[in-house]
């Protein structure tokens, strides 16, 4: 019921805002949803969720590369101490709204916004408390490592003014009541961006995701991918990979997609001979494209249009080139993988993709909408409740005979309802908990002073204004990759801005180029070894072994780690983001794909259509695929001449093969190859 009632209000939000502002809906929403992460997520401190998700992987996996599942370890439901904290979690949360006096403190939420900066005890105590129990829900919802940052956020705001002066991250000092002011009674806290955006944006498009899988479209993309590449060789590849980027248009979440398009398309891929790891890395890449994937990027996207003041179409329309390039370069690794591995084909029956398209097609009608709308100037949130009631309507056009259960009937309304507001506990947990990151971040200064140190670091190698920005852009991503090992990607994104954004900006870079920048090495820390959650969650699909996975993951989705690059090094970047006129993006579209080529080939050590590549000639690629994203006439240039002396190698190489064997008896599997 409660789940229901936050849904309820999200809804209600959009169209009858709460009269007393967007805080006290912020309030009253994280009232309804932190208790809920203590009654869902257990406390579990035996050992963390991924070490458990590790050992039982371990224990499930057998010599056979079995896709065998363990069931999920019995729950014994809401222990007393998730029940006393619920109710703390109530209390803390609506205090600052309740018109009851304790003390010097409550009076009602006017009385409260009044004691900024001069906290009664009271606000003190409970504030205190909502900071221990939102870094307990973090635990619970992501790990250990994110309350961990928090808490050496919470330390150098405390202990900052003990540094040294002369150290550029020292600080004038905060004492602990204006760090719970900064988090419980400010903008910038709990109830700051982050928060408004799970609270806006995020629980309605998980609403949304929710609807449109129960009314069969989630299936539908599957089928439909599958039944477009049936009749080649590596259907089951392209299967994986369509069906990663149609799901993911409504998923937004790298595992959850994952696992989803796992449960289907596994089977192919091993009757189609892929390894598990191999195959867990194509799931795991093609997965984490969901949170690139217009038109509902992952939350850090929403948080990006609020930073920045602009719509959320214009997010999309920064990250549609790069979508089609990061998917360009996994689709290549299947082809390569397929002719270098001897895939063989798989016979899949699942009927005519028009036919399909004829008689579901429907599906597509709200994801064209929500850009529709968007495109009309309709608010972000309004579109995607019109396109929640679309597919509400659409739902009845399923056959009269077939996928009946697919129908949204009141009761189905309410699952999805309560399922939506489900899949946003955790990141509700985050963007509440990031309050402690961006309010110590502006509270000391501690934004300005890093970005301070990250160009000295990159003006201590040279004096050169572009080789600067260029070095500052590799120990960014270099930063925000080591980052994201640790943290979500929304906690990624949001602590990467304040301190990595505010040094690209100072070198000239356009905030659009920034934030991208910023949100695709968030993003891509999900298929990142040691950790790389997308890659867990296809391990514990195939039944692979974890650390080869995730080295496969990163192969495949390697062309993605450079591209980002190209949008901040050079004006012509900006291209890749839609940005600076049609011969702009062209070229740098046009560009950066064949760098992803290029690297795709180098990777893989195979160029399609002619043969292997021996390390000569992967060396050159991978170095003409790096030249090639700094978007300039003579870097160009020489990449494209290094590219095509790389293709020439591999043409001789495979003149020399084909001599050396002529008058030899074919081999059948190079014949099919």
């Known amino acids: 019921m409660a789940a229901l009632a936050v849904g309820a209000l999200a809804l209600w939000q959009v169209f009858r805002p709460l009269s007393q502002g967007s805080k006290y809906y912020l309030i009253i929403f994280l009232a309804g949803v932190l208790p809920l992460v203590f009654l869902a997520y257990p406390a579990d401190l035996r050992l963390p969720a991924r070490l458990r998700a590790r050992r039982r992987r371990t224990n499930r996996a057998d010599a056979t590369g079995s896709d065998r599942r363990t069931p999920a370890l019995p729950s014994s439901g809401p222990t007393v101490t998730d029940w006393v904290l619920v109710v703390l979690a109530i209390a803390a949360c609506l205090y600052p709204v309740l018109p009851i006096q304790i003390g010097s403190g409550g009076g009602g939420y006017n009385a409260f916004l009044d004691r900024q900066g001069l906290l009664?005890?009271?606000?003190?105590?409970?504030?205190?408390?909502?900071?221990?129990?939102?870094?307990?829900?973090?635990r619970r919802t992501t790990?250990?490592?994110?309350?961990?940052?928090?808490?050496?956020?919470?330390?150098?705001?405390?202990?900052?003014?003990?540094?040294?002066?002369?150290?550029?991250?020292?600080?004038?000092?905060?004492?602990?009541s204006q760090l719970v002011d900064a988090f419980y009674n400010s903008d910038s806290g709990f109830y700051g961006t982050p928060l408004d955006v799970a609270a806006s944006y995020i629980v309605l498009f998980t609403i949304y995701g929710a609807v449109l899988e129960l009314s069969g479209a989630g299936r539908f993309f599957v089928e439909l991918s599958a039944?477009?590449?049936?009749?080649?060789?590596?259907?089951?590849?392209?299967?994986?990979?369509?069906?990663?980027?149609?799901?993911?248009?409504?998923?937004?979440?790298?595992?959850?997609?994952?696992?989803?398009?796992?449960?289907?398309?596994?089977?192919l891929l091993r009757r189609a001979?892929?390894?598990?790891?191999?195959?867990?890395g194509m799931l795991a890449a093609a997965g984490v494209g969901a949170i690139l994937s217009p038109p509902t990027l992952g939350a850090a996207a929403f948080i990006i249009a609020e930073y920045l003041g602009v719509?959320?179409?214009?997010?999309?329309?920064?990250?549609?080139?790069?979508?089609?390039?990061?998917?360009?370069?996994?689709?290549?690794?299947?082809?390569?993988?397929?002719?270098?591995?001897g895939v063989r084909p798989v016979v899949i029956d699942v009927g005519s993709p028009w036919r399909l398209l004829a008689r579901f097609g429907y599906h597509f009608a709200s994801l064209i909408a929500i850009i529709v709308f968007l495109a009309i100037g309709v608010s972000a949130t309004r579109a995607v409740v019109f396109a929640i009631v679309l597919t509400v309507a659409l739902s009845f056009l399923a056959p009269r005979n077939e996928d009946r259960a697919h129908r949204l009937t009141p009761g189905r309304l309410v699952t999805a309802l309560v399922t939506g507001v489900r899949g946003v506990l955790a990141v509700t947990a985050v963007c509440a908990?990031?309050?402690?990151?961006?309010?110590?971040?502006?509270?000391?200064?501690?934004?300005?002073?890093?970005?301070?140190?990250?160009?000295?670091?990159?003006?201590?190698?040279?004096?050169?204004?572009?080789?600067?920005?260029?070095?500052?852009?590799?120990?960014?991503?270099?930063?925000?990759?080591?980052?994201?090992?640790?943290?979500?990607?929304?906690?990624?994104?949001?602590?990467?801005?304040?301190?990595?954004?505010?040094?690209?900006?100072?070198?000239?870079?356009?905030?659009?180029?920034?934030?991208?920048?910023?949100?695709?090495?968030a993003v891509l820390s999900e298929v990142s070894p040691p950790t790389a959650l997308a890659a867990v969650a296809a391990a514990a699909v195939t039944g692979g072994r974890l650390v080869p996975t995730m080295w496969q993951t990163l192969r495949y989705a390697l062309p993605a780690y450079l591209t980002p690059i190209a949008?901040?090094?050079?004006?012509?970047?900006?291209?890749?983001l839609g940005i600076g006129g049609v011969q702009?993006?062209?070229?740098?579209?046009?560009?950066?794909?064949?760098?992803?080529?290029?690297?795709?080939?180098?990777?893989?050590?195979?160029?399609?259509?002619?043969?292997?590549?021996?390390?000569?000639?992967?060396?050159?690629?991978?170095?003409?695929?790096?030249?090639?994203?700094?978007?300039?006439?003579?870097p160009v240039t020489v990449g494209v001449a290094l590219a095509v002396v790389a293709a020439a190698g591999v043409f001789i190489r495979r003149g020399a093969a084909n001599r050396s064997s002529s008058g030899s008896p074919a081999n059948p599997v190079e014949e099919q190859l």
């Open 120 to 138: 009664a005890p009271t606000d003190l105590v409970l504030g205190t408390v909502l900071l221990l129990l939102l870094l307990e829900a973090c």
């Open 143 to 176: 790990g250990w490592i994110l309350p961990a940052v928090c808490l050496l956020f919470l330390g150098y705001g405390y202990y900052g003014g003990l540094l040294p002066q002369s150290w550029p991250v020292a600080h004038a000092g905060l004492d602990f």
């Open 227 to 267: 039944a477009a590449f049936r009749r080649s060789r590596t259907a089951a590849g392209r299967t994986a990979v369509a069906s990663g980027f149609l799901l993911g248009t409504v998923s937004g979440s790298g595992a959850a997609t994952t696992v989803s398009i796992g449960a289907v398309t596994w089977p």
């Open 273 to 280: 001979g892929y390894p598990p790891e191999r195959a867990g």
């Open 311 to 341: 719509s959320y179409l214009q997010v999309l329309g920064w990250a549609t080139v790069p979508t089609v390039l990061y998917y360009l370069g996994i689709l290549l690794a299947v082809e390569i993988d397929a002719r270098r591995s």
């Open 433 to 521: 908990a990031a309050g402690i990151i961006t309010a110590t971040t502006t509270k000391t200064g501690l934004g300005p002073q890093a970005a301070a140190l990250l160009i000295g670091g990159a003006q201590a190698a040279t004096s050169d204004p572009t080789l600067v920005l260029v070095l500052t852009a590799l120990l960014a991503a270099v930063a925000l990759t080591l980052l994201g090992l640790a943290v979500p990607v929304t906690a990624s994104f949001v602590i990467g801005w304040v301190i990595v954004g505010p040094a690209l900006l100072d070198l000239g870079v356009t905030a659009p180029a920034a934030a991208m920048f910023v949100f695709y090495f």
């Open 567 to 576: 949008f901040v090094i050079t004006p012509a970047g900006l291209g890749l």
């Open 584 to 634: 702009r993006i062209a070229f740098a579209a046009a560009v950066t794909a064949l760098s992803v080529a290029v690297l795709a080939v180098a990777a893989g050590g195979w160029l399609p259509g002619v043969g292997p590549a021996g390390a000569p000639e992967r060396v050159l690629g991978a170095l003409a695929g790096v030249i090639l994203l700094w978007l300039e006439p003579v």
